[in-house]
């Protein structure tokens, strides 16, 4: 299968930064573009401190990997962060959503990667979930 367009998101947990190591290893093999995608937690900061905490996670899971032959794309959106992911994915036309299987939400360790879970029964295009 070829991929063009490659969904990551990103949480800061461990699962979801080697989703992103698999999700460049894709990319390079098929000379893809990756989409790297952060939906923040509701809190009661100020629309500008969450961004800068966003962009902030998605920086130091760069920092991990090479991408400096890679073409990247930071999204930063609000929501629920299922919806959102399928939404970004069909905007984007993806052809796969790269994922760790269990992030940092409050669910998630109690519902086994409720998103997760979510993004494999609903998503129009490949997902690859990572444990």
């Known amino acids: ?13 461990g699962n979801a930064n080697k989703a992103l190591d ?11 573009r990756l989409y790297l995608l952060h939906v923040p937690a509701t809190t009661d900061d100020n629309d500008a401190s969450r961004d800068d905490a966003a962009l902030q996670l998605v920086h130091t899971a ?8 890679l073409e990247t794309s930071i ?6 962060p299922a919806d959102v992911i399928e939404r970004e994915a069909h905007r984007l036309d993806a052809d796969a959503i790269v994922m760790g299987y269990r992030g940092l939400g409050k669910t998630s360790d ?3 990667g409720s998103v997760s879970r979510a993004i494999n ?11």
């Open 1 to 13: 299968m070829m991929y063009h367009t490659i969904l990551v998101p990103l949480d800061g947990s």
């Open 22 to 32: 698999i999700a460049a290893h894709l990319a390079r093999a098929n000379t893809a």
């Open 62 to 69: 760069l920092e991990a990997i090479d991408t400096s032959d």
């Open 75 to 80: 999204l930063v959106r609000r929501g629920q």
């Open 110 to 112: 109690m519902m086994g």
């Open 121 to 131: 029964h609903h998503a129009a295009c490949r997902v690859i979930t990572v444990r």
